[in-house]
């Protein structure tokens, strides 16, 4: 049995091709279908910046007043 080789890119570096469902490292073709439909694997799953956005977003949450 063989395996395939491993392989590691940074997420913010990864597109998914929106026509084939490919993940590959071009910002501008797809590595297995030469489509130029992407998307960028950061944006949805880097959740490191998601909250970063969250806690820098300018509001402030204090507890609540009960009477």
């Avoid at 469902?21 to 694997?41: F, K, R, Y």
Wanted: with cysteine; glycine share 8%.
């Amino acid at each position: 049995m063989t395996y395939p080789k491993m392989q590691h890119m940074p997420l913010g570096n990864a597109y998914l091709c929106q026509d084939c469902s490919s993940i590959g490292n071009c910002a501008t073709q797809c590595p297995a279908c030469a489509s130029e439909v992407l998307m960028g694997l950061a944006g949805v799953l880097d959740r490191e910046s998601r909250a970063k956005e969250e806690t820098e977003s300018g509001y402030c949450y204090l507890t609540a007043m009960v009477a």
